[in-house]
């Protein structure tokens, strides 16, 4: 079992910057890979990107590439979303989520077993 809680989320100004935190619990963090989903109202939870167990590997989807940057820190059981140059388009629930051992498509909602409750990220133009 793991726990997620997100922070950072806020309310900041087109072309402005923030960084999420993703917290998780268990002693197993480190073996599993990570991704970062979002969801405005009215619209489907979206993949944003993820990472790989050991950190070596990220994807992004193409709204993300050039202005996200994910990354972990293990030894904290910790894994970030750096948004920088921020639209107003991305204001949604930003979610973390532990991706299930055997996975073969990184965007796959489904292919992902346990979520944060989400943090508020709010753009305004």
């Known amino acids: 079992q793991v726990q997620l809680v997100e922070s950072g989320g806020g309310l900041v100004q087109a072309g402005g910057s923030l960084r999420l935190s993703c917290a998780a619990s268990g002693r197993t963090f480190s073996s599993y890979a990570m991704g970062w989903f979002r969801q405005a109202p009215g619209k489907e939870r979206e993949f944003v990107g993820a990472?790989?167990?050991?950190?070596?590997?990220?994807y992004y989807t193409d709204s993300a590439k050039g202005r996200f940057t994910i990354s972990r820190d293990n030894a904290k059981n910790t894994v970030y979303l750096q948004m920088n140059s921020l639209k107003p388009e991305d204001t949604a629930v930003y979610y973390c989520?532990?991706?299930?051992?055997?996975?073969?498509?990184?965007?796959?909602?489904?292919?992902?077993?346990?979520w944060g409750q989400g943090t508020q990220v709010t753009v305004s133009s």
């Open positions: 989520a532990v991706r299930s051992r055997g996975s073969t498509s990184w965007g796959n909602r489904a292919e992902y077993a346990y």
């Open positions: 990472i790989s167990w050991n950190g070596l590997s990220t």
